[in-house]
């Protein structure tokens, strides 16, 4: 009888610690929603949206698109026009829109598409490549320029 409430004790004490274990963010989530965080005051709005065709990400599933990061620069005054880009071999492929952007060259990692509209500029990108956040400037710094061109 003495063992058995020692039993039933231990198992409510791994219980409880399990429970408590598994509510921890995991550290990818957490550098996810810090490089967000650091997106958002540096004036980049990041978001999550299902990829479009045209971007060629891979699906999640043979009928539902993939999640993936759109992180995009608001230009108030800019007129800019409509334009779809993917990325290959490191390289703006124009899919809709001014053919100037064809075969910009773009250092990025880890992106798939950009696109330009009235007065946004945004990528496609796989966050994943970059945890750390180190390329937030550039790609600030990357769609900026593009609107300007």
Request: aromatic fraction near 8%; proline fraction near 5%.
């Amino acid at each position: 009888m003495e063992n058995t409430g020692i039993w039933i004790t231990v198992f409510i004490v791994l219980f409880v610690l399990g429970s408590i274990f598994g509510l921890r963010v995991s550290p990818r989530e957490k550098a996810l929603g810090l490089m967000r965080e650091r997106a958002r005051k540096m004036a980049l709005h990041p978001r999550l949206v299902a990829a479009p065709d045209w971007t060629k990400v891979p699906m999640a599933t043979e009928k539902r698109a993939s999640m993936v990061a759109y992180y995009s620069v608001l230009i108030p005054d800019a007129r800019l026009p409509l334009m779809r880009a993917r990325v290959e071999d490191q390289k703006l492929k124009v899919v809709q829109g001014d053919e100037k952007f064809n075969d910009l060259p773009i250092a990025l990692k880890g992106i798939y598409a950009i696109d330009m509209q009235a007065n946004c500029v945004g990528l496609y990108w796989d966050e994943e490549s970059d945890l750390r956040a180190t390329q937030l400037d550039d790609i600030k710094a990357y769609l900026t320029s593009l609107a300007e061109l």
